[in-house]
């Protein structure tokens, strides 16, 4: 249906742009939400600032590094402490916060000078650490602060110090992606290339937009140890200031969260050659996905199934305890950008549940691209959702589950409706397999805590609102309170009295039915065993009594053959070799001397030949036009075929493939012609030619495409090669049709990224 406006949005009808509501046979080429574009005025957003992009999200993770922050003390402080991002040397980032404070003073008169001072003190403070980031905020950018000199002047007077500083007030940008880009961009400049890491492995990595939430980087390095791959650099979770200066020595950049760091993996890609693959680390079947396809690349897919093995002996049956449970569960999605996509049909497929909302803070139109292709019908789709839309969207869905972040959160449980926090989460890591498990179980617990039935019961009954002491701060008095608390603890414990005696009830009928039901079924068993038996043995003797008697007159004859033919080959043999060998002479003379007399022949025969084609050319040209039709029949019945087939293989990409929707059209046309070619030669049996790096990231991709291809439509192998890469010609041509020609993602030309 076209773009949704919705009851409370009446005032503000511009927000009609960014709200969507999927339909049966629609795709992104018919409607997108307008994203990444300036809150419209009137609309209360959930959006964060383009300074905390920057450091809450990317910055702030890194382990060894002083966060100085200089602006008000506020900054600092609303940036500390609202992500769990743990570390493996005792959470350093997590314990302390740094900040110029700058007063009004320093906004009249400047604050270069309390910069610089409150950089030395840091690092005096903290004599280990030498590697600093300096954010601007908004009061220093607008007065004009110019930090880089007085970074050049603190790295000079330190000397055994490095600093990198990052320049994105809060109003640099609509949101905070804006601060991702800034950050992205910026380290590539200044820093990347300017450090040597130690190679211990043949196969090098770097984890891009990975941010180690409750662990979730611990997961990830489990799994490449045990696989003998070395992480070069995390960006940035439990990373390294020098580890991201290394990141040009991988061969691979594992790209998870694309909207806060494809930035970087796409300039990777282009200075350096790396190649980039996104992957899903979210969902257990996602988790096997994305091994396996770093397993491609490096030519170890035996180490990748070996994890993977390992893996889902531990979680699999407890996942599927929980999928039980979950299925059918309809569930609301309101977070940054990202785990729209990579949650959706992780939930879906891996749970059975049912993804009926979803709202993005910060993504852009390629975001909901990724969403829209992977979404069921009639889900509702929000760029920057503001309050009053998610009450009307809670009241339309009716949802079981919201996962979202704190904020929201707050609002969500006032409305008696459990959430699980999407950005921190409850109880990580929620990545790979066990993960998955851990994310099933919180949403589990949420759906089936007694805590939000209980908080809906109104148990004042008829009586008047409790009074206060007088006081006016709206406390209830104690005998009120008294009250309220004994009529709670009354409704509990009827209602858990009605539920033992439910299950003592149900507990003796089952037992009953056994007892009575035990000795109709043994019985038969009795009578029939002998019966059974009886036969078995009567007929066993006589089955076994021909075969002894026809093996030896089987064995006979041949044994008697034998010894009379093998004497006569012998024989036969030398005779024959030699007049072979005096024939061959023979026939090579003749065949020349029969050359010239044949060709004469053709030539005096050719006269002959033609006046009877004329004469049969008419006779065969009707024939011809008749069959013309059935032949255009086949043709066409061939063709739309092809073209069925490559539609079902179209909705199969677009649902589970993230390489189409790179950042750019140069991009997505590349990926697009690279993995299915090479998806092509794969089905078909030819030689794969993998010299670089790109190619075996082509490679990765097409393995994992084709091997899904094969389990899921049988009709493939029963095609012909030519058929194969007909069908993957016309996927092509659909794919570039969808994503590129006819998107109506206003940034997929943008000559930057």
Request: proline share 5%; hydrophobic share 35%; glycine share 8%.
């Amino acid at each position: 249906m076209p773009m949704k406006l919705f009851k409370c949005d009446e005032s503000i009808p511009e927000r009609e742009k960014h709200i969507y509501i999927k339909e049966k046979g629609e795709d992104t080429t018919q409607f997108l939400p307008s994203a990444h574009v300036e809150t419209i005025p009137g609309s209360l957003s959930e959006r964060g600032c383009s300074y905390c992009g920057a450091k809450l999200v990317i910055g702030g993770v890194l382990k060894d590094t002083i966060q100085l922050i200089h602006g008000p003390v506020g900054c600092a402080y609303d940036t500390w402490h609202t992500k769990r991002y743990p570390s493996d040397n005792g959470n350093f980032q997590l314990k302390y916060v740094w900040s110029s404070d700058m007063k009004e003073q320093h906004v009249v008169f400047g604050g270069e000078k309390l910069l610089k001072k409150a950089m030395l003190e840091a690092f005096a403070e903290f004599p280990d650490i030498k590697r600093m980031m300096v954010y601007t905020t908004c009061s220093t950018a607008l007065i004009g602060d110019d930090i880089k000199p007085v970074v050049k002047e603190v790295e000079k007077e330190l000397g055994d110090v490095d600093i990198f500083t990052v320049e994105c007030p809060g109003f640099a940008g609509v949101s905070q992606s804006k601060g991702h880009h800034v950050f992205n961009m910026g380290w590539m400049t200044d820093k990347v290339g300017t450090f040597e890491p130690e190679i211990t492995s043949p196969y090098t990595i770097n984890v891009i937009g990975d941010y180690n939430i409750q662990g979730d980087t611990f997961v990830m390095e489990k799994y490449m140890e045990k696989m003998g791959i070395q992480i070069i650099a995390h960006f940035t979770g439990n990373g390294t200031y020098d580890s991201l200066r290394g990141m040009h020595r991988a061969q691979l950049n594992v790209t998870n969260c694309a909207r806060s760091a494809g930035y970087i993996a796409n300039e990777l890609k282009k200075k350096y050659g790396i190649p980039r693959i996104d992957v899903d680390t979210w969902g257990f079947d996602y988790a096997k996905e994305g091994l396996r396809k770093i397993g491609a690349f490096f030519g170890i897919e035996d180490r990748a199934e070996a994890v993977i093995a390992e893996e889902v002996a531990k979680y699999e049956s407890k996942l599927e305890w929980y999928k039980e449970r979950l299925s059918g569960k309809k569930v609301c999605i309101w977070t940054g950008g990202p785990r729209l996509w990579h949650w959706t049909k992780a939930l879906e497929d891996d749970l059975g549940m049912h993804v009926v909302a979803m709202s993005s803070k910060f993504g852009h139109q390629e975001d909901f691209e990724k969403v829209i292709a992977r979404g069921e019908e009639g889900t509702i789709y929000i760029d920057d959702g503001n309050e009053l839309e998610f009450f009307e969207v809670l009241e339309m869905v009716k949802p079981d589950l919201v996962l979202t972040g704190p904020r929201v959160g707050a609002l969500v449980k006032k409305l008696h409706l459990p959430y699980v926090n999407g950005h921190g989460y409850h109880n990580g890591p929620y990545m790979g397999f066990e993960g998955a498990v851990n994310m099933a179980r919180d949403m589990y617990n949420a759906i089936y805590s007694p805590l939000m039935k209980l908080a809906q019961i109104d148990i004042r009954g008829e009586q008047n609102l409790p009074s206060t002491n007088g006081n006016g701060n709206g406390k209830a008095t104690k005998e009120v309170s008294e009250e309220v608390v004994s009529l709670i603890q009354q409704q509990v414990k009827e209602a858990t009295s009605e539920v033992k005696q439910l299950v003592k009830e149900t507990t003796s009928q089952v037992k009953q039915l056994v007892k009575e039901a035990a000795p109709q079924v043994q019985q038969p068993a009795k009578e029939v065993a002998p019966q059974a038996k009886q036969p078995a043995k009567e007929v066993a003797p006589q089955a076994k009594q021909p075969a002894k008697e026809v093996a030896p007159q089987a064995k006979q004859p041949a044994k008697e053959a034998a010894p009379q033919v093998q004497p006569q080959a012998k024989e036969a043999a030398p005779q024959v070799q030699p007049q072979a060998k005096e024939v061959a002479p023979q026939v090579q003379p003749q065949a020349k001397e029969a050359a010239p007399q044949v060709q004469p022949q053709a030539k005096e025969a050719a006269p002959q030949v033609q006046p009877q084609a004329k004469e049969t050319a008419p006779q065969v040209q009707p024939q011809a036009k008749e069959a013309a039709p059935q032949i255009q029949q086949q043709a066409n019945e061939i063709a739309l075929y092809i073209q069925q087939r490559a539609a079902e293989v179209t909705k199969l990409i677009q649902e589970r493939c993230l390489w189409q929707f790179h950042s750019r059209a140069w991009d997505r046309e590349e990926n697009i012609n690279g993995v299915l070619n090479m998806s092509a030669q794969i089905l078909t049996g030819e030689k794969v030619v993998l010299d670089t790096l790109i190619q075996r990231g082509f490679y990765a991709d097409a393995k994992i495409l084709s091997a899904d291809l094969e389990i899921r439509f049988s009709w493939l192998s029963k095609m012909e090669n030519s058929q194969k890469k007909a069908v993957l010609e016309s996927v092509k041509a659909m794919l570039i049709d969808i994503v590129i020609t006819k998107s109506k993602n206003g940034e997929l030309h943008y000559s930057l990224y």
